[in-house]
Nanobody
Framework: QVQLVESGGGLVQAGGSLRLSCAAS????????MGWFRQAPGKEREFVAA????????SYADSVKGRFTISRDNAKDTVYLQMNSLKVEDAAVYYC????????????????????WGQGTQVTVSS
């Protein structure tokens, strides 16, 4: 069973930065597309960013494009989400997810495409 553990969440002021990490174990990390989702209080979980298992393609929600960067380090079985220029509306619980059995260049954006999920890490942004 693949296990994902997020870390790096915390409290920052608007305009600040955070770097989230997601450590994976129990699977072949390099063959999983990886993604980040978030869920704010009273809202549904939404797609944030994803990276194909090839590492050559990424995708971002329009709301974070240009501010967030997803990357992966297969040697460390870890995926990252660098969040810059944070806004109050970015506050949410951020979840790491892994998708198996997808194509080399596939960058999944929907929850149904993911097979494994982390417990989430809280990101709070103050004004």
């Amino acid at each position: 069973q693949v296990q994902l553990v997020e870390s790096g969440g915390g409290l920052v002021q608007a305009g600040g930065s955070l770097r989230l990490s997601c450590a994976a174990s129990g699977g072949t990390f390099s063959n999983y597309a990886m993604g980040w989702f978030r869920q704010a209080p009273g809202k549904e979980r939404e797609f944030v960013a994803a990276i194909a298992w090839s590492g050559l393609h990424t995708s971002y929600a329009d709301s974070v494009k240009g501010r967030f960067t997803i990357s992966r380090d297969n040697a460390k079985d870890t995926v990252y989400l660098q969040m810059n220029s944070l806004k109050v509306e970015d506050a949410a619980v951020y979840y790491c997810a892994a998708a198996r059995g997808l194509g080399y260049n596939r960058v999944p954006r929907t929850e149904s495409e993911y097979d494994y999920w982390g417990q989430g890490t809280q990101v709070t942004v103050s004004s």
